[in-house]
Every structure is written in structure tokens, then in C-alpha cells.
């Protein structure tokens, strides 16, 4: 069984930024496509960007587009998440996913994804 665990989380204020990682113990990224997904309060989880497993091939989410940057290193099994000018409305528990399959671009969806880490929570405030 794949596990992800996320790390790099934290309170920011609007305009600052955070680093989130994925990492895996026992198994190889290299070989799935890995997404980032997050879940404000009351609000359904939702894809932010996902990755190849080359890193050949992005997609973002368009509330994210410029400000967000996803990349992996596979020689060091993580993925990461750089977040720039955030926004209190980025404020969410962000979740790392895995899928073995192929990326395609509308391949970034919850119900895509087999493997979930348990979450880091990013609150952007004053």
C-alpha cells in the first residue's frame, strides 16, 4: 500500500508563501502520476495541480494558474507544491494523491486518484 505524507503546511499571511512536499516511504513516486488536491470548510475536495511521473507534463487548477508551481525530484521520491501570493481564499487542507496511470489532463480529479496522504492544513490570514 502506497503512503504519502505531506509536510510543509503552516499559517501565512495573504501575499506570503509555502513549500508543501509529498513523500513516500517503501515506494517509488517515480512510477505515478501525483496530484495536489485541497478541502476548505464546507466545501468539496478539489484538484489543484497534478504532475507526470517524468514531471514532462502539468496542470493547474485556473485559481492557481501563476501563482502555484507543481515538480518532482524522483532521484529524492518527493513532490512538491510551491505557493506564491497566496490568498486567504488558498486556505484549505491540502492532500498529495498518486495514481498509477498515465497523466492525462482531466486525469486531476478526486475520484481519479487511488493513494491519499492524510493532509497539511494552510491557512492564509492577516
Known amino acids: 500500500q502506497l503512503q504519502l505524507v505531506e509536510s510543509g503546511g503552516g499559517l501565512v499571511q495573504p501575499g506570503g508563501s509555502l513549500r508543501l512536499s509529498c513523500a513516500a516511504s517503501k515506494f517509488t513516486l517515480a512510477y505515478y502520476t501525483i496530484g495536489w488536491f485541497r478541502q476548505a470548510p464546507g466545501k468539496e475536495r478539489e484538484g489543484v495541480s497534478c504532475?507526470?511521473?517524468?514531471?514532462?507534463?502539468?496542470n493547474y487548477t485556473d485559481s492557481v494558474k501563476g501563482r502555484f508551481t507543481i515538480s518532482r525530484d524522483n532521484a529524492k521520491n518527493t513532490v512538491t507544491l510551491q505557493m506564491n501570493s497566496l490568498k486567504p481564499e488558498d486556505t484549505a487542507v491540502y492532500y498529495c494523491?498518486?495514481?498509477?496511470?498515465?497523466?492525462?489532463?482531466?486525469?486531476?480529479?478526486?475520484?481519479?486518484?487511488?493513494?491519499w496522504g492524510q493532509g497539511t492544513q494552510v491557512t492564509v490570514s492577516s
Open positions: 504532475i507526470s511521473s517524468s514531471g514532462t507534463y502539468t
Open positions: 494523491a498518486a495514481d498509477a496511470a498515465p497523466f492525462t489532463t482531466d486525469m486531476c480529479v478526486v475520484s481519479f486518484m487511488d493513494y
